[in-house]
């Protein structure tokens, strides 16, 4: 899922399990090549640090954008919230909070 600093979705990708969502970053980052031109920096989970990194520095070569991995402090104890993390947290709470997408209450 791509969204903006509001939380607006601008991309989305389903891919099958057996792929990893840093492996599907990929196939979503893919589509950027031709859409999106103001887009310049996108924000990532810790979780898509490593190739994910490598090959976007390859996809700089066809526009120019920046991959920053947003990393939770080693030294940090309990939760505590990350910088431009919650923003994708809070669509998909949104997303959660309708019917439709959380269950089928008509069978």
């Known amino acids: 899922l791509l969204v903006d600093s509001l939380g607006l979705v601008l991309l989305a990708?389903?891919?099958p399990?057996?792929?990893q969502d840093r492996d599907g970053a990929k196939l979503l980052?893919?589509?950027l090549t031709n859409r999106f031109s103001w887009?310049?920096?996108i924000w990532a989970d810790g979780g898509y640090a490593?190739?994910?990194?490598q090959w976007v520095r390859q996809l700089q070569?066809?526009?120019?954008?920046q991959l920053d991995i947003v990393r939770r402090s080693d030294d940090t104890r309990g939760f505590k919230v990350?910088?431009?993390r919650w923003i994708v947290e809070r669509t998909f709470g949104w997303l959660s909070k309708?019917?439709?997408?959380?269950?089928d209450y008509e069978t």
Not at 50 to 53: A, D, H, R
Not at 98 to 103: A, E, G, I, L, N
């Open 29 to 31: 980052l893919e589509l």
């Open 17 to 19: 399990a057996n792929i």
């Open 82 to 84: 990350l910088p431009k």
């Open 13 to 15: 990708v389903v891919h």
């Open 98 to 103: 309708y019917r439709r997408m959380s269950k």
């Open 61 to 65: 070569r066809k526009r120019p954008i």
């Open 39 to 41: 887009l310049k920096l």
């Open 50 to 53: 490593g190739k994910l990194v």
